[in-house]
């Protein structure tokens, strides 16, 4: 099973310059790691400025308290906490990105026939979920985290992760049959 | 048929979310942080180098005070008609207590943010909240208190950092005492 794409080993050397405050390892550390914290902060607020500020406001985050980090679980789980952290702040401190999100698929354009049926249509369809539903659904299906961990992220119970992922599944099931049906029905 | 493999996949991933491709950042970000942990580092030299120079100041004056019996610096007399020379702690100065001086500066340092924690928490109690001109400062001294404290719970023992916290309770007590002082030559002038 193909894990979060996170999971990139960092070497000890690297960290421990990185503790010591240097900038040139600290850089290392956002080029290993920039594009899945980006895609992890796209994913949930769906908009390429936010995930942009989300990531950028993580790794400076990280960076200043990377002497928290106490290396009893892997460096790539710790900093996927801290940007996941930060996106889930973000969509909840500022609900006017559902807003953009909906404006922007309300009226999506007729998928072309080459189209259909790829990962476009998922992208798209993701877009159109609620960005709590979505956060959820990514996190669960993609990160790997369980519900409990979902729960307290949110500050809720595990039912909300529950029920949001069932409805998060369910939508984008409704969202994608037509094209999956008439390209052949990948599932 | 499917492997046991693929139906744990497919349970754990339905709509194979997985099958997305990453998305690319619109720019790169490092430059911007880059900028931010340098400036960073600027400040936190600048501290230290205050800080230490700070930790020796505040050592020598929570000794002078406890050996005196004196009200430490920004203590407003209870009365305005009231010096502190008038106190009667300063009428105690003829029995000096013992030698403070030979505490080590950890010590002193760590005695001396729990006077200044002790201080404020009056100030706050009595004088209520700060004008929203200088509260937005008490504020942001408050996040850099909590910032030492994150540190401090990780390394309790450092001099630096403890003499950070002592620099920082020293603004914010400097605050209440310009407050108090703008109130009191306001009050005076009626």
Same mark, same amino acid.
């Given at each position: 099973?193909n894990?979060?794409?996170?999971?990139?080993?960092l070497?000890?050397m690297t960290?421990?310059?990185?503790?010591r405050?240097?900038?040139?390892?600290?850089?290392?550390?956002?080029?290993?790691y920039?594009?899945?914290?980006?895609?992890?902060?796209f994913?949930?607020?769906?908009?390429p400025?936010?995930?942009?500020e989300?990531?950028?406001?993580?790794?400076?985050t990280?960076?200043?308290?990377?002497?928290?980090?106490r290396g009893?679980?892997?460096?790539?789980g710790?900093?996927?906490?801290v940007?996941?952290?930060?996106a889930?702040s973000?969509?909840?401190?500022?609900?006017?990105?559902?807003?953009?999100?909906?404006q922007?698929?309300h009226?999506?354009?007729p998928?072309?026939?080459?189209?259909?049926?790829?990962a476009?249509d998922?992208?798209?369809?993701l877009g159109?979920?609620?960005?709590?539903?979505?956060?959820?659904?990514?996190?669960?299906?993609?990160e790997?985290y369980n519900?409990k961990?979902?729960?307290?992220?949110?500050?809720?119970?595990?039912?909300?992760?529950?029920?949001?992922?069932?409805?998060?599944?369910?939508?984008?099931?409704d969202?994608?049959?037509?094209?999956?049906?008439?390209a052949?029905?990948?599932? | 048929?499917?492997?046991?493999?693929?139906? &744990?996949q497919?349970?754990? !991933?339905?709509l194979?979310?997985? @099958?997305?491709?990453? #998305? *690319?950042? /619109? %720019?790169?970000g490092?430059?911007?942080?880059?900028?931010a942990?340098l400036?960073?580092?600027?400040?936190?030299r600048a501290q230290?180098?205050?800080?230490?120079?700070?930790?020796?100041?505040a050592?020598?004056?929570l000794?002078?005070s406890?050996m005196?019996? &004196?009200?430490?610096?920004? !203590?407003?007399?209870?009365?305005? @008609?009231?010096?502190v #020379? *008038?106190? /009667? %702690?300063a009428?105690?100065?003829?029995?000096?207590?013992?030698?403070?001086?030979?505490?080590?500066p950890l010590?002193?340092?760590?005695?001396?943010?729990q006077?200044?924690?002790?201080r404020?928490?009056?100030w706050r109690?009595?004088?209520?909240?700060l004008?929203?001109?200088?509260?937005?400062y008490?504020?942001?001294l408050?996040d850099?208190?909590?910032?030492v404290?994150? %540190?401090?719970s990780?390394?309790?023992?450092?001099?630096?950092l403890?003499?950070?916290?002592?620099?920082?309770?020293?603004?914010v007590?400097?605050?209440?005492?310009?407050s108090?002082?703008?109130?009191?030559?306001r009050?005076?002038?009626?």
């Amino acid at each position: 099973m193909n894990g979060s794409p996170f999971e990139i080993e960092l070497d000890e050397m690297t960290l421990a310059r990185a503790r010591r405050g240097s900038v040139a390892a600290c850089e290392q550390i956002y080029r290993a790691y920039h594009r899945p914290a980006y895609s992890v902060a796209f994913r949930i607020a769906h908009c390429p400025e936010t995930a942009q500020e989300i990531a950028q406001e993580a790794f400076i985050t990280a960076f200043r308290k990377i002497r928290q980090y106490r290396g009893d679980a892997p460096f790539w789980g710790w900093l996927r906490r801290v940007v996941v952290n930060h996106a889930i702040s973000t969509i909840r401190r500022d609900r006017r990105h559902d807003a953009v999100t909906l404006q922007d698929f309300h009226e999506p354009e007729p998928p072309r026939q080459e189209q259909l049926g790829t990962a476009m249509d998922l992208e798209a369809a993701l877009g159109l979920l609620d960005t709590e539903d979505r956060a959820v659904v990514w996190l669960h299906d993609v990160e790997g985290y369980n519900h409990k961990e979902i729960a307290d992220l949110f500050g809720k119970t595990e039912s909300f992760s529950k029920t949001r992922l069932s409805r998060a599944r369910s939508r984008l099931r409704d969202l994608l049959q037509p094209h999956r049906s008439a390209a052949g029905g990948l599932r | 048929m499917m492997t046991r493999h693929e139906v &744990r996949q497919r349970a754990d !991933d339905p709509l194979d979310l997985r @099958g997305l491709p990453l #998305a *690319d950042p /619109p %720019a790169d970000g490092w430059p911007e942080i880059e900028a931010a942990l340098l400036e960073r580092n600027r400040r936190g030299r600048a501290q230290r180098i205050g800080g230490g120079l700070l930790a020796v100041a505040a050592s020598a004056v929570l000794a002078f005070s406890l050996m005196l019996g &004196r009200p430490l610096p920004g !203590d407003l007399p209870a009365d305005p @008609g009231t010096t502190v #020379a *008038d106190t /009667p %702690a300063a009428a105690a100065t003829a029995e000096p207590t013992p030698a403070p001086l030979q505490e080590p500066p950890l010590e002193s340092l760590i005695a001396m943010s729990q006077q200044l924690e002790g201080r404020i928490r009056a100030w706050r109690a009595s004088a209520g909240d700060l004008p929203s001109d200088v509260l937005v400062y008490q504020v942001e001294l408050q996040d850099l208190i909590v910032q030492v404290d994150e %540190a401090l719970s990780a390394s309790p023992d450092s001099t630096e950092l403890w003499s950070q916290r002592v620099n920082l309770l020293l603004d914010v007590t400097r605050l209440y005492e310009n407050s108090l002082r703008r109130e009191y030559y306001r009050m005076a002038s009626l």
